[in-house]
């Protein structure tokens, strides 16, 4: 079965994962709604090149994860353009590192929004137009953390223990209807996320950059390397084929052995 001309919802595609899995479905002929934060300018210019490299058609919605309406409006965008939402790969997420006593509360709250109920509003919206259709796939990025525990990320711990659970149950209630639901646990990969949490981890746990690297990060990955966006864009691509086809409500880990420990 070719992917050409099906339609797929990427949320938080404007880099790291979610664009590297955006892009690899277009090499497959599919067209995107790409969804995510960065600068206008420079959004505008992802979207063009995904189409002018790949020759599909792309689109951008603007839609913020913590509305749920926008969530709706996102998915509709979709069918309105290209006719159907056949992939759903909900990819959006946040980190914030911080003692449970001293986490904010405005963060759990946000970082529940976007990592966990932003996946159940789009799979809502996607799921009767798949039923319709008798095929689907929907791909929600979890985390070796949806799997283990790691301290002082109490909201993204909870959040994604919370996506692969939401992950089984939908499986199951969609498992005649031609839909297969899996998530994607990867470790640590290098991405603007990780990064970006580097500083806070040197804080909460006093070490250098180069100890949170080392120390932290790679020290939960016995490969001792980081998994690539690509390599989970690779994954998501094969979800989406026939040979996947009987792949549904599984957790598929990808983090260099960490959760085999």
């Not at 090149?49 to 994860?65: D, H, L, Q, T, W």
């Not at 711990?157 to 149950?169: D, P, R």
């Amino acid at each position: 079965m070719t992917l050409k001309s099906k339609t797929a919802v990427i949320t938080g595609s404007t880099s790291g994962i979610g664009l590297a899995i955006a892009r690899a479905l277009a090499k497959e002929g599919v067209n995107i709604v790409i969804n995510g934060l960065g600068d206008a300018a420079e959004i505008e210019k992802t979207r063009a090149g995904i189409e002018s490299e790949f020759g599909v058609k792309a689109v951008y919605s603007p839609a913020n994860m913590l509305k749920s309406d926008e969530i709706e409006e996102m998915v509709r965008l979709g069918e309105r353009t290209f006719g159907s939402v056949d992939i759903l790969v909900n990819n959006a997420g946040i980190q914030f590192v911080s003692p449970v006593e001293d986490f904010p509360v405005e963060k759990w709250d946000q970082i529940i929004a976007i990592n966990l109920s932003s996946a159940f509003h789009a799979i809502r919206a996607a799921v009767p137009g798949m039923k319709a259709r008798k095929w689907g796939r929907i791909i929600n990025t979890a985390s070796a953390h949806s799997l283990v525990a790691s301290p002082f990320k109490s909201a993204y711990v909870a959040a994604k223990h919370g996506i692969a659970g939401l992950t089984k149950t939908v499986a199951l209630e969609v498992a005649t209807h031609g839909i297969t639901v899996n998530c994607i646990s990867p470790g640590y990969v290098w991405t603007p996320l990780v990064e970006n949490q580097i500083p806070d981890t040197m804080k909460a746990r006093g070490l250098t950059k180069e100890q949170v690297i080392n120390d932290v990060l790679l020290e939960a990955q016995p490969t001792k390397q980081f998994v690539t966006v690509d390599q989970v864009a690779a994954t998501a691509v094969f979800l989406c084929s026939d040979a996947a086809s009987q792949m549904t409500g599984t957790n598929l880990s990808m983090d260099g052995g960490w959760t085999a420990k």
